[in-house]
């Protein structure tokens, strides 16, 4: 695969981002690369995760024959496709939905839905070499009778997924989510344990869900529709998933629409919180929403807060997706103004959801045609982003990178901060007393704590590999550079 740009490298913003206690933080965009010829390979709704060494790993469907094949970058480039369908093998593809994907170190698995719909089966498979190979497909769904279908997979801590569908008593009757347990790193799967059957009603019977995992928590998540009016709600384990026994509703936006909007969420868990993205039409036009409930505790959930709107006021936005930290969130979602789509970025703190409004931006660079269907994954100071290319009719993949080069050093011009880039430690002038400080990765990891008077300037920086930091010292903070 070739570049489509040979230099295009852009700052998206240099605007407050909370992860670095209202410091200014900025990211610089890489070259945009096709990852696959869409008229071989397709480019159907594009979904990112990355291995052990950072190597993106992406998949995506051929809608002419439900194909799916999936690419791994090398460095360079992607590698040559490879289909993880057998010949004849035909998978359900929509833009709503799709193959789904979810990584643990180097063991990668898709989930996917077989076609025809009233009679295909959910199967999934699995790489333990980072995504260079994949084993032959594997039923995974147990449904005996009815359609199963719309299935999402997300690993624990300890390497073994979880994969959700929805289930139908016989054709098109009594939608619900149910899931099934692996604990064995996806080799075999539990027999399904329904989830969604507790909420009033049912479940919205054409929208996708997700499911969150961390340490012992869990949460799968999904639009109910109840009367007609179709919230996202979350059903929550604190077991490991062994039981599903509260939900909430985490929008609250009252939205009414009497056809399905094949519309679904994505999710994550960090620090106890669950964050949730999805797509609402409840102020009268299609808008991003984001919400924030604690796992644990009982408070009421942040709830349906607008991610940015178009600047028109009749354009639309939907298929968000999000991922990061409780420090460090960021969203990917299309948006038009009026019929033409492109691809957005946003990055806030999970304690200040308004920072998304300030770092939104557009990712890709062509503007003539429909650009949707966008991932998203980051790790370590890097955003990598997929999406959909109307006018080449690829996938396109996009690098991004958290940089500290506009942090302010000199906020507090009376403390002095020497020798910097340091080797083994640095030095700490004009403190009054005893002040705490922060070392802090750029991705917004805590990696070191103490304090430093006027007795004792010192902080030692010897066990830090090289490259920049944030220093916060006395709700301040600094840029510092271990050589």
Known sequence: MKKLFKLSVYICLILPFNAFNQSQA??????????ATGSIYG???????????????VVFGRNTDGGIHTAKFNGT????????????????????????????????????????IQEGHVYSVRSTDG????????????????????????????????????????????????????????????????????????????????IAKQDNLQALVFRNNEGSIRDMFAVKSQ????????YENIDYLNWMINQCPSTGPDAFIDESNLFVVSASQASGRYRCYISK?????????????????????????????????????????????TSNYEVFCAFASGDDFNSFEQTK???????SGTQSNPDLYYRNGYIHVVF??????NVIYRRGRLSALSIEENQNKDVLIYPNPATDLIHIEGVDGPTAYKILSLEGKELETGEVSKNNTNIWVKELTPGIYILTLNKKTYSIEKQ
Request: proline share 9%; hydrophobic share 35%; aromatic share 8%.
């Open 131 to 210: 995504g260079n190979s994949f084993s032959d497909p594997l039923r995974t769904d147990s449904h005996p009778v009815g359609v199963a279908w719309l299935p999402n997979i997300a690993f624990d801590n300890n390497g073994n997924p979880s994969v959700i569908y929805m289930v139908h008593d016989q054709v098109w009757l009594n939608p619900r989510f149910v899931v099934s347990h692996s604990n064995d790193g996806g080799i075999t799967f539990n027999p399904e344990q329904e989830v969604t059957s507790i909420v009033p009603d049912e479940a919205c019977d054409c929208c996708p869900a997700t």
């Open 293 to 337: 409930t604690d796992m644990i505790n009982t408070q009421s959930p942040e709830t349906g807060f607008m991610l940015p709107a178009p600047e028109s006021s009749v354009g639309n936005a939907n298929f968000p997706r999000i991922h990061g930290n409780h420090d460090s969130l960021f969203v990917v979602w299309q948006a038009a103004e």
């Open 388 to 393: 959909q290319d109307g006018i080449s009719g």
């Open 43 to 57: 480019n159907t709704r594009p979904r990112i995760v990355l291995n052990s060494q950072d190597e993106p790993v």
């Open 26 to 35: 900025l990211i610089v965009w890489e070259d945009t690369i096709s990852v």
């Open 361 to 367: 931006s557009q990712i890709n660079l062509v503007n």
């Open 239 to 246: 077991d490991g998933g062994q039981s599903f026994s509260e």
């Open 77 to 116: 480039d992607f590698d040559a496709p490879v289909q993880i369908t057998p010949t004849g093998f035909q998978s359900y593809l929509a833009n709503w939905t799709g193959p789904e994907i979810d990584a643990s170190g180097d063991t990668i698995m898709m989930v996917f839905k077989e076609s025809p």
